[in-house]
């Protein structure tokens, strides 16, 4: 027994330390996990502080190219607008241009009446001077023709000349002042349309000069806006391959991290498999201590002559054959340990109960045949093998004497018998000193 006890405490000390190392080394692994899961984390934080950089930097660019489209699109509005101003001034000037030429049409119309009024007026002024000159003289050779009771109508005559002569020469200079007068408003009418026409000119030339100016600048902006425009597209889709990387990076991080802590979970549920099989071996290391320091008992009991062991009674009346230990198998032709005893018997024989019990096994086990097994409590136990059929069930509570089958020739068995066992504490035990005489 001490043997034993000292076997059992030698294995249990062993276990023990052996899984002392394990939980140390399996320490060690989760601290190294842990550090690689806080190092990928930081370094998925990095990565999506520089994604965070890109984008504002993208917004910023996108922003600045906003901008530029409105500064060009106010150069245009401007642009458009001079030129409604230059097509209203080129408009005003052909309005101007028609109004000049019919001025300076007027123009020439009355200089060609005063023209001719003037040869007209020189004409009549010659004969005016003649007739005046010879009224002038007739009057001073004759100057009291109007006293003169001559001949009346020599003096009605010369009256009618000096009034016809009159009428006719003031009638020519009203025509004549008439004309210069409609000449001077007419070369005033031009001079004016003249003015507005070289106001209109100067107003185009103005127009054209800024627009000219504007569209330099505009080309100036334009030329400056589509190369900004494509360094800032370059720049944009350049930041927008570099967020699609720091993304594809912190997926390869995430799936790191996931990979790590999978790992961890399959390392956390091993060890707690490990532990719970470690609780278990350590269990069954107690019972199996205990079961050998019952079987211990039960042999220094035995060599006392003390049985504390239920009473176990024949299962069929035949006659034993093959007894417990070592023997020549009749079928393998070999030595081999034998569990139990073999009773003799035929087919069908009833076969009962050696005790009290609960059946914990109804099956058809290798080498056993059809067998069944009855716990007794206290760590017995008793089998019976090579049967015919069965009589009970599992679970089913027998008494002493109660039929649980019959004799058969199942499983490796050269003829009908019943190959029957007293176990305790699993241990296969001589029947043959526990069975009732």
Known sequence: MNKILRIVLTATLVFTTLVASESVAQDSFFEEREQQILQKQLEIEQRRA???????????????????????????????????????????????QLSHTAAQKRVEEAEARASALNDEINTIRVQI???????????????????????????????????????????????????????????????????????????????????????????????????????LIARIELEATQQQEIVNEIILLDEGVAAIEAEIARERDRRRKAELERQRQARLAELERQRQARIAELREQENRGEFTNPTFFQPIPGTIGSGFGNRIHPIFGIERFHAGIDIGGNTGDPIRAAASGTVIQVKDRTGYGNTVIVDHGGGWSTLYAHLSTFAVSVGQQVGLGDTIGAVGNTGWSTGPHLHFEIRFEGVPQDPVRYLSA
């Open 129 to 231: 001077e003649t007739q005046v000159v010879q009224i002038y003289l007739d009057l001073t050779y004759e100057p009291t023709f109007l006293l003169e009771d001559g001949d009346p109508n020599r003096n009605a005559r010369r009256q009618f000349y000096i009034e016809e002569l009159g009428g006719d020469a003031q009638s020519l200079i009203d025509r004549l002042r008439s004309a210069q007068d409609d000449q001077q408003i007419a070369i005033e009418q031009a001079q004016q349309a003249q003015l507005e026409i070289e106001r209109a000119h100067t107003e185009i030339d103005e127009a054209l000069k800024s627009l000219n100016n504007l569209q330099a600048e505009q080309e100036k902006l334009q030329e400056e806006w589509n190369r900004r425009r494509y360094e």
């Open 50 to 96: 520089q994604q965070e950089t890109l984008q504002n930097d993208a917004l910023y660019a996108i922003k600045e190219l906003d901008v530029a489209n409105a500064l060009i699109e106010k150069i245009d509005a401007e642009l458009n607008n001079f030129n409604l101003l230059i097509a209203a001034a080129e408009t005003r000037l052909g309005t101007v």
